[in-house]
């Protein structure tokens, strides 16, 4: 296989990791809303009532320091090394975007993917289950 056809099976929707993300908060009671538009850096999940949003991130693609986020390619390094920086730098923008027009934002790393330790910090995010503060349901 090569590097373009590689690169052609990348997505940017519906990966392992978000949709591990995805199916754990449901599971908990969670009910959210998928990629919106209108958002900066259209985030993987957005919980409108409690003003959060996740942002499920692969590591080599937006360089988280793990052992596979430091990872770079031995061809075109030069090219892999700005792409990735520009991916930080669009992240980090869209994240304080949403922060001035007042939502949390929380980043997920595909590396830390384990149920049982992104249980608590979901929970510890968004708060109970059920009705969100502010909402009409009860």
């Not at 993300?21 to 809303?33: D, E, P, Q, S, T």
């Not at 700005?82 to 997920?108: C, T």
């Amino acid at each position: 296989m090569d590097r373009s056809e590689v690169m052609r099976r990348v997505r940017s929707a519906d990966t392992a990791p978000e949709m591990a993300v995805r199916r754990l908060c449901h599971a908990m009671g969670y009910r959210y809303r998928l990629h919106r538009r209108d958002l900066p850096g259209k985030p993987d999940l957005v919980f409108p009532a409690r003003r959060k949003t996740i942002f499920v991130h692969g590591c080599f693609w937006h360089g988280h320091d793990c052992k596979r986020g430091a990872r770079v390619p031995k061809n075109n390094r030069a090219y892999w090394v700005q792409k990735i920086s520009r991916n930080r730098e669009r992240d980090s923008a869209n994240r304080k975007l949403l922060s001035d027009d007042g939502w949390d934002s929380l980043v997920v790393w595909e590396c830390e993917i384990e149920p049982a330790a992104l249980t608590e910090r979901l929970r510890e995010f968004l708060g109970p289950p059920g009705a969100a503060p502010g909402s009409d349901l009860r």
